[in-house]
């Protein structure tokens, strides 16, 4: 079975930091690209940040630039995200998905989702 598996949201104050987990079973990540969405209630879900396959090109939305980092580990089939200084406004519902192409289709995997509110 395919599975996504997001790990380490919880409450933190403003100006505080998690690092969310996004770990895979059942497929090799590394072949994957990866990216981080999140919803907030009342809100479409939106995309946070975007990893290439080997690591090598990554990508974030102009409101977590420089307050998070996505990375890797491929032997460790888990990717991250690193998110510092963390406001109200970042509080939702975290969730990863993975994507590749593949002969005649698409793969597309998601996970269950790790909420994350900031409050104080």
């Known amino acids: 079975q395919l599975q996504l598996v997001e790990s380490g949201g919880g409450l933190v104050q403003p100006g505080g930091s998690l690092r969310l987990s996004c770990a895979a079973s059942g497929f090799t990540l590394g072949y994957y690209a990866v990216a981080w969405f999140r919803q907030a209630p009342g809100k479409e879900r939106e995309g946070v940040s975007c990893?290439?396959?080997?690591?090598?090109?990554?990508n974030y939305a102009d409101s977590v630039k420089g307050r998070f980092t996505i990375s890797r580990d491929n032997a460790k089939n888990t990717v991250y995200l690193q998110m510092n200084s963390l406001k109200p406004e970042d509080t939702a519902v975290y969730y990863c998905?993975?994507?590749?192409?593949?002969?005649?289709?698409?793969?597309?995997?998601w996970g269950q989702g790790t909420l994350v509110t900031v409050s104080s």
């Open positions: 990893i290439s396959s080997s690591g090598s090109s990554t």
């Open positions: 998905n993975a994507e590749r192409a593949a002969p005649g289709r698409y793969l597309v995997i």
